[in-house]
């Protein structure tokens, strides 16, 4: 019996099959001496090694999306969140405060402009952002020649047919439009031509079998999926009922438009109204992505949603979608836990942030335990740097790249809580800048390590002194 080649499992390219086939041709057909690429059973080798290489391929990619640190794809990111019973955080609408301004022919009259107008930005900028005017009416009386409101991105669909029911367990009906606004769906069955409300729920499990309730989920594409329940946990929408739902559409960074360009009505003029947005209270966010998810997922799960250690604390802090870092100083002498935030678009949390965030814990923490929401504190540094330049670079353009990798290194959000600046660590990212010869520091002279835990490094002045190189 001929003496087999073992299977080498490491070897999944076209090459390394290939090869292997070959190997094996003098212990299965001796006969068989010309291995030559003009050779037919060469050729249906090789067809075979591109088949195998291919498969290879596809296993190897269907395997790494088995798993959170290296999965790719958006849709397997969703399904292994959903086993660790972690939601991604959708897209938030940006909210800006808008002024409407009576023309002086107009002064004596009232004008009242209804909440839900649609407001814009200039169609004549390029394609509009398309916003909704907020909470109520905006009514400007007689004598009265400015007023001011809110508006939030996106627009609403109202009375959207999704289909009808088939009278089966657990029907799924996709909204027919994208991005849709958390918090904003409203579904409807229209019974003896009536309209009957169902109410969302996260989940089924304190339904009954008469509750008309229904679930959300948002596939990969961002499109929101409503499921009823089986009969016994939630109702089931009786057979060739129609159903529909109103909804909101947008947010996401498009939202953040600049002061003052949101100038335009869009359905209906308002004869003597111009306007435009002085304030945005409320930055718009994306969908959460994939990297924030794969970093903090893991996070959430460890903690389990409740509030108990520091790490706790922490790992919860870091899945809200406006923190970009986080630190907890603890008092427990006092019972206090003071939660440090560095937000996502700012260097100070706001108000309404501040209130989020408390709400957020006081659901999750310890009875007796208070809650502290504060914005970081900073440890200015000033930095002075000697540069010596390398023979035929410009001693202004050497100045310019260390200055910009500089001010890149210390942009707010890079140095973390109680982290410490190393200065042979920033010296040697320095001497790797093209044209940089040497670098020297004239201040700090010793390394910054009594950073306290709810400090941030935070570069207050920058010097560079270029010396050698050529001069312009």
Known sequence: MPNRKSLDYVTKDYEGFRQFMIDLIPQYTPEWTDTSQSDFGIVLIELLANALDILSYYQDKNFNEAFLTTATTRKSIINLCKMLGYKLSPQTP??????????????????????GTKLSTDPKSGSPV??????????????????????????????DI???????EFQKFKLNYPDVLPDTIEVYT??????????????????????????????????????????????????????????????????????????????????????????????????????????????????????????????????????????????????????????????????????YITNFFNERKLMGIDI?????????????????????????????SVREFVEEEFKLGNYDFGQGLILS??????????????????????DIEDVAENEIINLKEL???VVGGLNE
């Open 190 to 355: 229209i019974e003896n031509g009536t309209s009957i409300k169902w109410q969302e729920v996260s989940d089924f499990l304190n339904s009954k079998s008469g509750d008309r309730h229904f679930v959300t989920e948002v596939n990969e594409f961002n499109e929101t999926i409503i499921q009823f329940g089986n009969g016994l946990s939630g109702k089931i929408p009786e057979a060739n009922i129609s159903i529909k739902a109103s909804y909101r559409v947008g947010g996401g960074d498009i939202g953040n438009v600049g002061i003052g360009t949101i100038n335009s009505f869009v359905d209906k003029e308002f004869a003597g109204i111009s306007l435009e947005n002085t304030q945005l209270l409320v930055r718009g966010q994306d969908v959460e992505s994939i990297e924030r998810v794969k970093a903090v997922a893991p996070r959430f799960f460890r903690s389990t949603e409740r509030a108990v250690t520091k790490m706790d604390f922490k790992d919860l802090a870091l899945t809200i979608q406006d923190v970009k870092l986080a630190s907890i100083v603890e008092n427990r002498l006092k019972g206090v836990v003071e939660i440090y935030v560095l937000p996502t678009n700012s260097n100070e949390l706001t108000q309404e942030q501040v209130n």
């Open 463 to 465: 010097s560079v002194e």
């Open 94 to 115: 940006a909210i800006h405060e808008v002024t409407f301004y009576k023309d002086d022919s107009y002064i004596d009259d009232t004008i009242v402009i209804p909440k």
């Open 372 to 400: 502290q929401v504060l914005s970081p504190k900073y440890r200015d540094i000033d930095l002075q740097l000697h540069v010596k330049a390398l023979p035929k670079f410009l001693n202004t353009d050497v100045e310019k």
């Open 425 to 446: 660590d920033l010296m040697g990212k320095i001497s790797r800048i093209d044209g940089v010869r040497s670098v020297s520091f004239i201040s700090p002279l010793n």
């Open 130 to 159: 398309i916003f909704e005017l907020l909470d109520k009416d905006v009514i400007l009386p007689s004598g009265v020649a400015s007023a001011t409101a809110l508006a939030t991105h996106g627009i609403t669909i109202s009375e």
């Open 162 to 168: 999704l289909g009808v029911s088939n009278g089966n």
